[in-house]
């Protein structure tokens, strides 16, 4: 009788997959009113060939670049202030950020004024990335604080890394983002400037913002 007892117990206490996912989605969630936000609830998550890889552009209290890496069912997140950079020797700083949904990946539009982010943001890049790695897991290399990767994208390519700088547990964890040396690196390009529009719509910030205004 107790054996059933403890074995009752294990099951309702045993956390879903899907149950681990919305309590990675909290801090996302808690940030944004989506009666007035078009972003993403996250109660679907689109799938595709491969993992989930992108770039937005995101015109908020300042001009930056949103790094997204689908890891464990969600998009982890980082800020790129300056953007990502096919050169190598440019080891772009890159700021961790709340997880954000599957479909996020998909996202382009007008934050309002007063929500969380609010500002322009078009969809840069996407495409799909891969483990660089076939001896540590990408959620290993992430709590290590190293993750190799091979992104294919539609501006970007070629392997990345992805370095944190600090320990684990700081309150402030600062990343590097940085073009390893491939047949893709090119220390003279400069995507950002020569390829300012969105894979998705075509148009640029500015011209998604002048319509919208």
């Given amino acids: 009788m107790s054996c059933a007892c403890l074995s009752v117990k294990s099951a309702v206490f ?3 997959p899907k ?14 009113d989506f009666s007035k936000t078009p972003e993403p ?11 989930v890889y992108a770039v937005q552009k995101h015109h908020a209290k300042t001009l930056h670049y949103d790094l997204r890496l689908e890891m464990s069912g969600v998009l982890k997140s980082w800020a790129i202030p300056k953007g990502p950079s096919a050169d190598p020797s440019q080891k772009k700083l890159a700021i961790p950020t709340e997880d954000h949904p599957l479909d996020y990946a998909h996202f382009e539009g007008i934050i309002p004024p007063g929500q969380y982010g609010a500002g322009t943001v078009i ?11 076939d001896d540590i897991s ?10 190799e990767i091979f992104i294919d994208g539609q501006k970007l390519k070629g392997s990345y890394v992805l370095l944190r700088t600090g320990k684990e ?4 964890p600062r990343w590097l983002f ?16 020569t390829h300012p529009q969105s894979v998705l719509s075509g148009k640029t910030i ?3 913002e002048e319509e919208n205004s």
């Fill in 14 to 16: 045993k956390k879903s």
């Fill in 19 to 32: 149950s681990s996912m919305m309590n990675q989605l909290e801090a996302y969630k808690n940030k944004r």
């Fill in 41 to 51: 609830q996250g109660l679907t998550g689109q799938k595709q060939n491969g993992m």
């Fill in 123 to 133: 969809l840069w890049d996407r495409g799909t990335y891969k483990n660089h790695k």
């Fill in 138 to 147: 990408l959620q290993q290399a992430l709590k290590q604080g190293k993750l």
């Fill in 169 to 172: 547990n700081d309150p402030k």
């Fill in 178 to 193: 940085i073009k390893m040396k491939d047949d893709y690196a090119d220390a003279s390009a400069n995507l950002t400037q």
């Fill in 206 to 208: 500015e011209e998604l």
